[in-house]
């Protein structure tokens, strides 16, 4: 299993950057490279407790369907998501929040397994682990930034 660990510190309200975390339409604008799509389950707002989202987007060029189950929560310091339906054997997403220092540290913990056995596992290490913490990183830059703007907003 390959596991993907960051780490980024938010000057923001740890209530605030949960819920840009979970925010379907948030998601959406940072997955635009891959034309990244909510189309079942929660489609958009903010996702809750035992909701499922397909999302279709299409990576290394070709389309494909992914299916994640909200499995745990706790509001605003964690939330789990887990595959139900999609290319890989599996794959759960920690999403973590801490207050440091009057900031938040979001912290994401996404562990996958790639289908066939050790051509998977190559392929895991020489291309799709880099492929897809580049995608967290993006992710996790727009919720930064739209986290940090929001706190600007309200002390103006």
Request: overall charge positive; proline content about 1%; charged content about 25%.
């Amino acid at each position: 299993m390959s596991r993907i660990y960051l780490q980024t510190l938010i000057n923001a309200d740890i209530q605030n950057v949960f819920d840009l975390a979970r925010d379907i339409d948030l998601h959406q604008k940072s997955t635009s490279k891959s034309n990244e799509r909510a189309i079942a389950g929660r489609t958009s707002g903010l996702i809750e407790l035992n909701e499922t989202v397909t999302w279709r987007a299409k990576h290394l060029g070709v389309y494909q369907n992914l299916t994640t189950k909200i499995i745990s929560m706790e509001k605003p310091v964690q939330f789990t998501d887990v595959m139900q339906k999609g290319a890989f054997t599996s794959m759960k997403h920690q999403h973590i929040f801490e207050i440091v220092e009057g900031k938040t540290m979001m912290t994401d913990i996404f562990e996958f397994e790639s289908p066939f056995g050790i051509i998977g596992q190559i392929f895991n290490r020489v291309f799709l682990r880099n492929y897809l913490r580049n995608f967290l990183l993006e992710r996790n830059k727009l919720i930064k930034t739209m986290a940090e703007s929001r706190t600007h907003l309200k002390l103006v």
